[in-house]
Each structure stands twice: as structure tokens, then as C-alpha cells.
Nanobody, 124 residues
């Protein structure tokens, strides 16, 4: 099992940057593929980015491609999401999740472990 705790959210102006972190507990972190999702009020949980357990596979939603960067440090049991050029429509609760499935990385249903999320608010 793995427990996930996100941090780094906050209020930022449009065009600004934030770096989210997701700290994992448990010795098996390095065997999980990791994903970031986001959920705005009244909306479904949307895929943002994913990184494979080796770090060699990375995938982004079209809406964040070129602005967000996902990375991981298996020695620190942490996955990151660097968010640049933020837009008001990026406002949401951001959640990290762990999965043993890579083929269906954009599907929230394929992630077995979730953090509680961190709120990102982008003002215009």
C-alpha cells in the first residue's frame, strides 16, 4: 500500500507558477506509475499528467502540454508537478494518484491510491 499527501497549492495570478509535490509513504513507491488529476467544483476528475514508475514514460493532457511538467524522485518518494503560465481555468483541487496500470494512465478508475488533494486558485 501507499499513502499520498499533496502540498504546494495556493493562490496565484494568471501567468504565474506553482510547484506541487506529492509525498508517498511505503516502500513500494518506486514500483507505481503516478498521475496528477484535477477536479473543479461541479466537474468530474480530469487527467492532467502521468509518469511511469521508471520515469521514462510521461504523458500530458492537451490542455496542459507545454505548460506543466511532471517529474519524480524515487529516492525521496515524491512526485512533482511544475505548473507554469497558469490560467484561471487551471483552478481546481489537484490530486495525485498511484497505479500499477500504465496502458490506461488517463483513467481515474485505474488508480488505486489517492491523496486528498491541494487547492490551486488562479486569479485573472
Amino acid at each position: 500500500q501507499v499513502q499520498l499527501v499533496e502540498s504546494g497549492g495556493g493562490l496565484v495570478q494568471a501567468g504565474g507558477s506553482l510547484r506541487l509535490s506529492c509525498a508517498a509513504s511505503g516502500s513500494s513507491f518506486g514500483t507505481y506509475n503516478m498521475g496528477w488529476f484535477r477536479q473543479a467544483p461541479g466537474n468530474e476528475r480530469d487527467f492532467v499528467a502521468a509518469i511511469s514508475w521508471t520515469g521514462g514514460g510521461i504523458y500530458y493532457a492537451d490542455s496542459v502540454k507545454g505548460r506543466f511538467t511532471i517529474s519524480r524522485d524515487n529516492a525521496k518518494n515524491t512526485v512533482y508537478l511544475q505548473m507554469n503560465s497558469l490560467k484561471p481555468e487551471d483552478t481546481a483541487v489537484y490530486l495525485c494518484a498511484a497505479s500499477v496500470n500504465w496502458a490506461e494512465k488517463i483513467s481515474a478508475a485505474r488508480y488505486g491510491y489517492w491523496g486528498r488533494g491541494t487547492l490551486v486558485t488562479v486569479s485573472s
